[in-house]
């Protein structure tokens, strides 16, 4: 049976990345700018944090505790409640931080400091999914919830140990683990989101999710509401009804937009021609297929490869 969330997370090229582990004493504060096409996150290892966004919206780290930003929203990171703060441009350029080892704020007790881990998801250039839009502006998971995610909590663990410990190929295994730990979050963070809530609950459809698993296998073929409800055991209307209510959005909307998205992958990560990549994706000709790519992207199929692939 096809996974079909891998083949989504694999599709959208999710990478995960460490950009700093900190050593903050108060008082401090810093202004995450925003990062499109990412998801941020902070786990605290030591001390407290204050999360403020742009929003108003605002949440507290204790150590042990992380918050995702799917995203990759501006933010605030402070030792206390703030929505001001200087960038992390200048913080970086001030500390002369030059990405290698830790990030030092302040010269306060060690064994006072916050410490955290900081790092971002990454996604190709125009990934999109339902899943992504169902994400809140952020999701908190503390130890207590992950106590119920064993799984999670070992990689986590690992990953902390990892990083403080300088060897040779940690960044490298904290990667892989980040990407591992992004789906466990996700999982996690269900419960957070009504609107993740109740896509999730369409891939635990036994009909919507082997629709799911047919688009995905076969992206390709020429699927009609008609063809996938006949494949699935379903009235055309019924099906329909289903997919849109549980999914957010029409089958033949999410079959078509899929196919852009693997359309981008194979534009990015191949060395098809714009007519193998048309054939690929379901379109009867390279002039519908760069219709439909122009018309969801802003940009033709030749442009998008000449400036991002």
Known sequence: MMDVFQDILNTLNLKGALYFRTDFSSPWAIKVPDLPQAARFHLVVQGQCHVSFASGEM??????????????????????????????????????????????????????????????????????????????????????????????????????????????????????????????????????????????????????????????????????VQSLAKKIGMSRSRFADRFNQLIGIAPMTYLGDWRIQKALSLLNDSHCSVQQVASKTGYQSPAAFTRAFTGKMGITPTKYRQNFA
């Open 59 to 224: 949440t507290e780290l204790a150590a042990g505790d992380l918050v995702l930003i799917p995203r990759g929203h501006s933010h605030v990171l402070a030792n206390e409640k703030t929505h001001r703060a200087p960038s992390l441009e200048k913080v970086l350029e001030k500390s002369r931080y030059d990405g290698k080892g830790v990030l030092v704020i302040g010269n306060g007790d060690p064994d006072a400091s916050t410490q955290m881990i900081c790092g971002h998801y990454s996604f190709r250039q125009g990934a999109d999914h339902p899943i992504l839009r169902a994400l809140p502006e952020y999701l908190v998971t503390t130890g207590t919830m992950r106590a119920k995610q064993p799984w999670l909590d070992d990689m986590l663990r690992l990953i902390v140990r990892r990083i403080f410990s300088n060897d040779v190929g940690s960044d490298a295994v904290v990667t892989r683990l980040s990407e591992s730990v992004f789906i466990e979050l996700l999982k996690i963070g269900i419960e957070q989101s009504e609107r993740l809530k109740q896509i999730l609950a369409g891939f635990n459809d036994q009909h919507i999710s082997n629709a799911l698993e047919l688009i995905h296998a076969h992206p390709e073929h020429g699927w009609t």
